[in-house]
C-alpha cells in the first residue's frame, strides 16, 4: 500500500513552460485535492475531484487545470509557468471531504 | 465562508516544557477539526481529530487537543516536549453541512524544541 505518490519531487521550469505534475493514490478514495503551501499561508487549495470526471475550482485555481479520468490518478497541468507558481505542491486523498486527508510527499517547484 | 486562525507563527520551547498551540476557528455550523504535523523535508501528517463525542481527543505522541465550542478554539497541548516535536504544526478545519467549502488550513505555527 503506497499511499498517494507524486511526481517528481523537485522540477525547475522557466516562465511560459507547461509541466503535469503526477499524483496516484491506491486507497480507493473518491476525494483527491491539489494544495500548494507557500511559507506564512498555510496550504491554499487548488483543484479538488469528488470523483472520477468530475473537478471543480478551490481557492487558488488561475493557472492550472485539472483532470479525473480514473479514481487513481490526479493530475496537476501548469498551462503556462510563472514566477508566482513557485511553490510547493502537495496532493491528497481521503474518502469524502469531511474525512481525514492523506497527503503525498510533495513537489518542489521552482518557476524562473 | 469559514477560516482558521493560528496565533502562534512560531514558538520556541526547550526539552520538556509544555505547549499550547491554539487554533480558532470561523464558522456558523457544525465542524470537523484536525491538527497536521509537518516534520522538516516531509509531508503532512494526522496528529488527531475531531468529529463528533468527547471534546477532549488525544493523538499520537502524547498530543492531545480540546474543541472548546463557544470559544470556537481547538488548541493543541503536549504536557513535556521533544526535540523530535520541532515541526510546523496546522490547525484545520472542515464545516460538515453539504455546501460547506473544503478543507482550509491556518497558515501554521513552528515550534522549535531546543535540546
Known amino acids: 500500500n503506497a499511499g498517494v505518490t507524486q511526481t517528481p519531487k523537485f522540477q525547475v521550469l522557466k516562465t511560459g513552460q507547461s509541466m503535469t505534475l503526477q499524483c496516484a493514490q491506491d486507497?480507493?478514495?473518491?476525494?483527491m485535492s491539489w494544495y500548494r503551501q507557500d511559507p506564512g499561508m498555510g496550504l491554499r487549495l487548488i483543484h479538488y475531484?469528488?470523483?472520477?470526471?468530475?473537478?471543480d475550482q478551490g481557492e487558488v485555481p488561475n493557472g492550472y487545470n485539472v483532470s479525473r479520468s480514473t479514481t487513481e490518478d490526479f493530475p496537476l497541468r501548469l498551462l503556462s509557468a510563472a514566477p508566482s507558481q513557485t511553490s510547493v505542491y502537495f496532493c491528497?486523498?481521503?474518502?469524502?471531504?469531511?474525512?481525514?486527508?492523506?497527503f503525498g510527499p510533495g513537489t518542489r517547484l521552482t518557476v524562473l | 465562508a469559514q477560516s482558521v486562525s493560528q496565533h502562534n507563527h512560531h514558538v520556541i520551547l526547550s526539552e520538556a516544557a509544555s505547549l499550547e498551540l491554539g487554533c480558532n476557528y470561523s464558522y456558523g455550523g457544525t465542524v470537523n477539526l484536525f491538527w497536521y504535523v509537518q516534520y522538516p523535508g516531509q509531508h503532512l501528517q494526522l496528529l488527531l481529530k475531531y468529529f463528533s463525542g468527547d471534546p477532549l481527543v488525544k493523538g499520537i505522541k502524547g498530543f492531545e487537543a480540546e474543541f472548546i465550542k463557544s470559544k470556537f478554539s481547538f488548541n493543541l497541548r503536549k504536557p513535556s516536549v521533544q526535540w523530535s516535536d520541532t515541526a510546523e504544526y496546522f490547525c484545520a478545519v472542515n464545516g460538515r453541512s453539504g455546501s460547506a467549502r473544503q478543507l482550509t488550513f491556518g497558515s501554521g505555527t513552528q515550534l522549535t524544541v531546543l535540546p
Open positions: 491528497a486523498s481521503s474518502y469524502s471531504k469531511f474525512n481525514e486527508q492523506f
Open positions: 475531484s469528488v470523483g472520477a470526471g468530475i473537478t
Open positions: 486507497m480507493n478514495h473518491e476525494y
